[in-house]
């Protein structure tokens, strides 16, 4: 027994996972750090000023990305052995992106400074621009591909410290509110600038040969997957918008102190989703039944971690809630006893979507997303009125499960018939 969990702990897949989890740690301590010092400091309404113009952001990196976290870490993994191949992916890659933040950032400029729900916080989402700069240098997408999970720690390590750093020493009154989400990306474009010059090095990757011809091809072919990598965003991130519109920054503040701990978890699945999908699509390729057995081991474990964590939230959620220091400490607890439904739900959803894109279901993947992620956010309008903030998560469950369903009829074919041993 001794000698197969020493076996486990020097397997190269468990070592990365641990190196990529001990990473990943600060995304999940970050926030229990900092959003009880902005709250404290800059108050509730404040602080659902600066989670709008971060959903913003992390909305508007989808068009930076442009699909390479997904299309882009399939290919990388899958040609990880052929240089001239990765120089295409690559420089090609970079070179979009670049064109699209340029466009991005020429868009919201324009809108800062002529829709007025933008021009009343100028200064906040001017400031906030430097996140979308930070998401073009970031080259995770093909760390991710190559499987080197200690540059991705390091880098994600480095950003934090930066982030937690001037927050703690630079917020300082309620007025500083405006500067959070600077500091954000900061840190980003400093250590993801770093490491993408260090890949560069290592691989000697150049953008001499780079032309027009190829980005357009380069749009073309994702663009499907980053339509719906637009409305799985606009899931994700709309809703605080929306009660800032539709309610108050308050609401606003209230919903994302609350989301905040779900958040961490709904982060993690990601992450997690991110880490293991490379190697899900590297050994359906090469060998199905090897893939799946994968597949199941830590999407299985990870469900049984999500679910133990959920229950345990929900039997402490006054005493969570409180310490982010909000005004209506029980309303803000009930609320989070129905909201540990949603990373239940979305650590199921989540392991099948990598078999449906990891089979290239893609358009089905696409369609899915954009009628389901559109329902959900009229939902959310219809609800909110009615049912306040709960409004949010009953839509967000009800969306999960749905997609749930549809996952495994989509992929039962593949499950059930293509998986049986041929005797």
Known sequence: MLKKLLG???NKQFLNLSVYGFGQLFNLVTPLLVVPYIVGICGEENFGKSAVGMALCFFLMVFIDYGSDLVGIREVSINRDNKEILQNLFS???AAKLVLLIAVMILMIIAIYSIPFFAVEKKLFLLQLTVLVGQFLNPTWFLQGVENVKWITISNIISKVIYLGCIFLIIQSEQDYVYINLFWGLGMMLSNGSFLYLIIKKYNFTFKHIQGNDILRFLKKDFNIFTSQ???SSQ?????ILISYFGSNLMAGQYKIVEQVILIFKTYILLFFNFVFPKVCFLLDKNKQSGMNNWKLF???NFIFITLSMVVIYFFSYDIVAYFNPTNRYVLSNLLQIAVLYPI????STPLKQLVLAWNYR??????????VVLNLLSIIFLLPIFKIYGVFYSLIISEVIIILFYLLCIRKEIFVKSKPNF
Not at 236 to 240: C, D, G, N, Y
Request: aromatic share 20%.
């Open 363 to 372: 358009k089905f993947y696409v369609n899915l997303t954009s009628i389901i």
């Open 299 to 301: 999407n299985g474990l």
């Open 345 to 348: 739900v979305f650590a199921v």
């Open 230 to 232: 637009i409305f799985f």
């Open 236 to 240: 994700m991130f709309l809703p605080v």
């Open 8 to 10: 486990i702990c020097q």
């Open 92 to 94: 090609t890659t970079m």
